[in-house]
């Protein structure tokens, strides 16, 4: 079983800066590829981004490339998303997930984490 617990969300105004992290229990955390995702009110969750099991690959979303950065540390279980010039539009709860390497749909991840709440205002 693996256990996935987040951290790190709040309110920040559009342009800031936010580190979400993912802290990992269970089984072999260098095991798994994983990732991010979001999920805004009334919208599906979407892909955010993800990585390998050693850091050396990593995949993101559109809608965020350029300004978010996932990385992770083995030796600590967990997982990082570094989220930077913030927008309105990124508003949403952001979960991490332990899957394959570089999955980019829900179904593809079998572990959850329960979320954490981000809130970008104008």
């Known amino acids: 079983q693996v256990q996935l617990v987040e951290s790190g969300g709040g309110l920040v105004q559009a342009g800031g800066s936010l580190r979400l992290s993912c802290k990992v229990s269970?089984?072999?955390?260098?095991?798994?590829?994983m990732g991010w995702f979001r999920q805004a009110p009334g919208k599906e969750r979407e892909f955010v981004a993800a990585?390998?099991?050693?850091?050396?690959?990593?995949v993101y979303a559109d809608s965020v490339k350029g300004r978010f950065t996932i990385s992770r540390d083995n030796a600590k279980n967990t997982v990082y998303l570094q989220m930077n010039s913030l927008k309105p539009e990124d508003t949403a709860v952001y979960s991490c997930?332990?899957?394959?390497?570089?999955?980019?749909?829900?179904?593809?991840?079998?572990?959850w984490g329960q979320g954490t709440q981000v809130t970008v205002s104008s």
């Open positions: 990585i390998t099991w050693n850091g050396g690959m990593t």
């Open positions: 269970g089984r072999a955390f260098n095991a798994y590829g």
């Open positions: 997930a332990a899957g394959p390497p570089l999955a980019t749909r829900t179904n593809q991840y079998g572990f």
